[in-house]
């Protein structure tokens, strides 16, 4: 008998709307923004996901930027809150230009999480992330008025720093700690294409770094266990897909509120690690980093869809993620 899958988290897409313009961001937002949120199919895809989840689940609101669907996102905090059979964590990753009082009120007193996109102080920050309608004003002072007041402990920075801003990202992680800010998670802009010396700086700083936590296992990779909701109530195979429009994006249509289609969602997942392991040779399979590695569905599904050569990507891919793992797996076995 199939093995019955818990979930353990939900990402939902409140849509393609943003007022910023991030050098790196691979939503389709022109076309995306057309599609305004489902909220009762989005209700039954919620009330789905935690029948199915695991016993602690997360539940994030992603965009675009979901604060420009302020209406819509309050609704689905209180009847997830009203709903309640099952404790969920809450979090909204948010780009945090539109947050204001009421909003961060709300968002306290619902217990919602906050991840704010930062990538570091202002000159880096304002490299790649800028406004779209206004490319002078600065990104970094509008979050950083709207935050310096909240609880610090409770926000998450996300912090993706690119080939270009790499050799900073020591001070700009040094920068929030000094501010009181606790939880900075940093991604590198795997989308992207590394030089030999970029990734020897990333070398380089992370073996600068002492990192108390180890890394935990992912050895669910490519057997994700995250659902993805779209604006208009459907479940996507990847939240990659929504850097493609219509008929592309709806091939990886695996489900509605009611459910999931389990085989269609298992085929497309199974023909991309197919397709993965063919254009590496099969490299993932034979890997030690196996384990611990991201997921290169991902990047995958945009290269298809995108026409890049995806063996260039992964390369790129690839080598970010052994200096993460290596680096890592040391520092846990040092403790
Ligand atoms: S804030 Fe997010 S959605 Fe908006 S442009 Fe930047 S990366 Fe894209
Ligand atoms: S480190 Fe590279 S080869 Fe190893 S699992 Fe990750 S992507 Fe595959």
Redesign the pocket.
């Known amino acids: 008998m199939a093995q019955q899958i818990k979930y353990h988290s939900l990402s939902i897409f409140l849509g393609g709307g943003c007022n910023l313009d991030c050098s790196y961001c691979f939503i389709d937002k022109e076309n995306l923004k057309k599609i305004i949120p489902n909220v009762p199919e989005l209700k039954r895809g919620i009330s789905f996901f935690l029948k199915h989840s695991i016993k602690e689940p997360t539940i994030n609101f992603t965009g675009g930027e979901p604060l420009l669907y302020w209406g819509e996102l309050k609704e689905l905090i209180e009847y997830l809150k009203r709903n309640e059979k099952k404790r969920a964590f809450i979090v909204l990753s948010s780009n945090g230009t539109l947050l204001n009082k009421e909003r961060s009120e709300f968002l306290a007193e619902n217990n919602v999480g906050l991840s704010i996109s930062l990538d570091g102080k202002q000159d880096v920050n304002d490299v790649n992330r800028v406004f779209k309608n206004d490319k002078e004003r600065s990104v970094f002072k509008t979050v950083w008025k709207n935050i310096k007041n909240l609880n610090k402990e409770k926000i998450k920075i996300s912090l993706i720093f690119t080939p270009s801003t790499v050799n900073h990202l020591t001070e700009n992680i040094k920068f929030f700690v000094e501010n009181g800010f606790r939880l900075i998670d940093f991604y590198p802009e795997v989308y992207g294409l590394w030089s030999k010396n970029q990734l020897n700086i990333l070398k380089k700083t992370f073996s600068e770094f002492s990192i108390t936590k180890g890394l935990e296992k992912n050895s669910e990779?490519f057997c994700c266990q995250q659902l993805n909701l779209g604006p208009d109530g459907n479940f996507y195979l990847c939240d990659k897909v929504f850097s493609f429009f219509d008929k592309r994006r709806k091939k990886y249509i695996v489900g509605r509120g009611g459910g999931i289609d389990k085989a269609k969602r298992e085929n497309l997942l199974r023909k991309a690690k197919k397709g993965i392991l063919k254009i590496?040779d099969s490299?993932?399979s034979?890997?030690?980093?196996?384990e611990?590695?991201?997921c290169?569905i991902g990047l995958y599904l945009w290269s298809q869809e995108n026409k890049k050569d995806f063996k260039k990507h992964?390369q790129t891919?690839?080598?970010i993620?052994?200096i993460y793992?290596s680096n890592f797996l040391k520092i846990t076995r040092a403790d």
Do not use: D, W
């Open positions: 990779n590496t490299k993932c034979k890997c030690p980093c196996q611990y590695c991201f290169p992964f891919f690839c080598e993620s052994k793992i």
